[in-house]
């Protein structure tokens, strides 16, 4: 797999699921309870189909803050890649080749593979927040009041079920499977595991 290829499905983006069926809720709630939760982790799985290719990985996230660490992993053992950053720099490191380096992940992405693509945001888009600093251009709720699509920055997103996670003794529904599309590319982020 490219390390171009795997550096899109990385940027692209604790409780197991519970079995019972997830309760109504208010979206507008829903969603400024969790703006505010800027420290997670998630583990899962994250595949990328394109005209050309597709592939897979695991993937484990950690957010605090403004500071990430991002690790993928290619199916048995192949390819481990780390990116790192905060608000000043991102690094993208890959066993036995040179570290890039870049003042934002937006930017690591042009110097890596030339594409622009709105990488900040992913760190909404994955925990089903829109991102404040982009026009929205739809938002449809599922039958519980939970996103279940959202058009942004020409993305696609679709959320197709969801974690029920606990935190300070209320349950918050995370995304448990995204599928995201821009023109041929076809992201599915199958997320495993929640952990705030």
């Not at 550096?7 to 997830?22: D, Q, Y």
């Not at 690790?71 to 066993?95: C, F, M, R, W, Y």
């Not at 197709?160 to 995201?180: D, E, T, W």
């Amino acid at each position: 797999m490219k390390i171009h290829f795997v550096l899109i499905c990385v940027l692209f983006l604790s409780a197991c699921a519970n079995k019972l069926p997830l309760k109504s809720v208010e979206y507008k709630t829903h969603q400024a309870t969790l703006a505010p939760i800027t420290q997670w982790k998630m583990a899962g799985k994250l595949g990328i189909k394109t005209l050309e290719e597709s592939g897979s990985a695991t993937i484990n996230w950690q957010q605090e803050s403004v500071a990430y660490q991002i690790q993928l992993h290619g199916p048995l053992g192949q390819k481990s890649i780390v990116i790192s950053g905060d608000a000043n720099e991102v690094t993208l490191k890959e066993k036995g080749k040179p570290a890039i380096q870049a003042r934002s992940p937006e930017a690591l992405i042009k110097k890596a593979t030339g594409w622009h693509l709105p990488l900040t945001e992913l760190n909404y888009w994955v925990r089903g927040l829109p991102a404040p600093n982009l026009k929205i251009k739809q938002i449809i709720p599922n039958d519980t009041g939970l996103m279940a699509q959202l058009e942004q920055s020409g993305w696609v997103i679709d959320y197709a079920s969801y974690h029920q996670v606990q935190h300070h003794n209320q349950l918050i529904y995370l995304p448990k499977k995204i599928v995201a599309t821009y023109d041929d590319i076809r992201l599915t982020l199958i997320i495993r595991d929640w952990t705030l």
